[in-house]
């Protein structure tokens, strides 16, 4: 309990003259708690993802498989954040692979067969991947540049989106807004608003947080925090700097997912897909009178 008090109300950070512990304020210590419990729900989450697939007893050297992918809708609220961005970000990719896979390649074969067809038109949607993933200067890669400012705010954020892709066709500002965009995805336009984007965006795992759980009496909760890849990573990447040793890890979790969807994508490209696209119908209330 001792541990955990301390933990959540104070932060040590490590200098080259040794370690320095300060009071967290209120507000601090409320985001540390927040923390604390996003890192342990991660945990747990990659531990049961892992413990399942394991218990499918699946065969890791297996060259033959067959896969069902239940992808994201494409999401379109009034108030669309962060995770909209990154949902609608999979549908663009997923949609692309649609598009070669059904449209272009399709079309090649029919013209190397000389099949008689009306040609169709598609819409290639490489430009918006780009705007949002291009590295350096994509919308993922900007946001990441203003988390690395610990003063940094959405309106800070949205002026750069603003002044960086104001001749963009994908991009537009929502005129009488100073902190959200428009993008003119594949299925429409969706409005984000930026507030949460900086917040959101930073998977930090703080290192008081890292330390009290690896060390728990309990052989489970430790065993979920020692990481030793990560120790290792995180001690090659303070080595030669002249500042202090930040008391967390900033990881991007727009990166993170860009770079699972890399992953997903590579996958699906060795594959012989097959599509099963969603239908849309409406509910009829018939009349109750009998003569109808």
């Not at 989106?161 to 005129?175: G, I, M, Q, V």
């Not at 299925?187 to 947080?209: C, M, P, Q, R, S």
Request: charge should be neutral; hydrophobic fraction near 35%; glycine fraction near 4%.
């Amino acid at each position: 309990a001792e541990l955990l008090e301390k933990a959540l109300s104070t932060r040590t950070r490590q200098t080259f003259d040794g370690a320095i512990t300060s009071p967290l304020s209120a507000a601090a210590a409320t985001h540390s708690r927040d923390s604390l419990s996003k890192t342990i729900y991660s945990k747990l989450f990659d531990w049961l993802g892992h413990k399942i697939n394991t218990s499918l007893g699946q065969d890791a050297t297996s060259k033959l498989t067959v896969g069902v992918l239940d992808i994201y809708g494409f999401e379109q609220f009034k108030k669309n954040d962060f995770e909209q961005f990154c949902i609608n970000l999979a549908n663009e990719k997923l949609q692309q692979h649609f598009n070669q896979q059904i449209f272009k390649k399709e079309q090649e074969e029919y013209k190397k067969e000389e099949i008689q067809w009306t040609y169709i038109d598609f819409v290639d949607n490489q430009d918006i991947l780009d705007l949002i993933e291009k590295k350096p200067g994509g919308m993922i890669d900007l946001l990441d540049e203003q988390c690395q400012f610990p003063k940094a705010k959405s309106a800070d954020f949205a002026q750069k989106l603003y002044n960086s892709f104001t001749e963009n066709k994908r991009f537009s500002k929502p005129k009488l807004s100073r902190s959200a965009f428009t993008l003119n995805h594949y299925a429409g336009n969706v409005t984000y608003e930026t507030d949460n984007f900086l917040e959101k965006n930073k998977d930090y795992v703080i290192a008081d947080h890292k330390s009290m759980l690896a060390s728990s009496e309990y052989h489970f909760v430790a065993s979920l925090f020692k990481d030793k890849e990560e120790d290792k990573q995180k001690e090659e990447a303070s080595k030669g700097s002249r500042k202090s040793v930040s008391a967390f890890r900033f990881a991007s979790l727009g990166n993170t997912f860009k770079g699972q969807l890399k992953e997903l994508m590579a996958a699906l490209s060795q594959t012989e897909p097959h599509y099963v696209r969603s239908v849309s119908y409406t509910h009829l209330t018939l009349p109750t009178n009998r003569e109808v």
